[in-house]
T-cell receptor, first 112, second 110 residues
């Protein structure tokens, strides 16, 4: 069974530029999560989807971050415009009806 | 917001030694997960514990969930260099909500 797929794996952009990350969850997993992880810290939730509905986006900086999961399968996270402090690893995870989450490899973003 | 504190933050030991890392909270969780993360990769699930007092073993790793479901420990016997990584605990509550600790970075020297 394929795991969570994320692309790109690495992205380097200049500040004020837009950037987008893509995630394809494990087949059949209705819950999808986007996390931000800074070096030496645990993942911090940005947004959680149940199917196509964003059920928890309280930690998403909505002035510059947006996300969508239009058909309840894959998802895109966008930052526009990116700031220096956005440099981090962006992780996607999915789960079925349990508390256990399965993570993708992440996208490492560097903002110059 | 439920908080999870992990200790120690860093641990460096020699191959063959035993170690225990801790995950503590003042909140009650419905379940708790342990993950290991290697550089450049996402966290990989090691175990899920659900019942207070539960003990699970995975080869040389022993996981325990506290009786009150507020804390957990991970014990590694005879650590090997391949055990090196960031060990994260995550507590789940209110169906679908989880919080992660900041992890313990373990280095096992050959």
């Amino acid at each position: 069974e394929a795991g969570v797929v994320q692309s790109p794996r690495y992205k380097i952009i200049e500040k004020k530029q837009p950037v987008a990350f893509w995630c394809n969850p494990i087949s059949g997993h209705n819950t999808l999560y986007w996390y931000l992880q800074n070096l030496g810290q645990g993942p911090e939730l940005l947004i959680r989807y149940e199917n196509e509905e964003a059920v928890d986006d309280s930690q998403l900086p909505k002035d510059r971050f947006s996300a969508e999961r239009l058909k309840g399968v894959d998802s895109t996270l966008k930052i526009q415009p990116a700031e220096l402090g956005d440099s981090a690893v962006y992780l996607c995870a999915s789960s079925s009806d349990t508390d256990t989450q399965y993570f993708g490899p992440g996208t490492r973003l560097t903002v110059l | 917001t439920q908080l999870l504190e992990q200790s120690p933050q860093f641990l460096s030991i020699q191959e063959g030694e035993n170690l225990t890392v801790y995950c503590n909270s003042s909140s009650v969780f419905s379940s708790l997960q342990w993950y290991r993360q290697e550089p450049g990769e996402g966290p990989v699930l090691l175990v899920t514990v659900v019942t207070g007092g539960e003990v699970k073993k995975l080869k040389r790793l022993t996981f325990q969930f506290g009786d009150a479901r507020k804390d957990s420990s991970l014990h590694i016997t005879a650590a090997q260099p391949g055990d090196t990584g960031l060990y994260l605990c995550a507590g789940a509550w209110n169906a679908g909500k989880s919080t992660f600790g900041d992890g313990t970075t373990l280095t096992v020297k050959p």
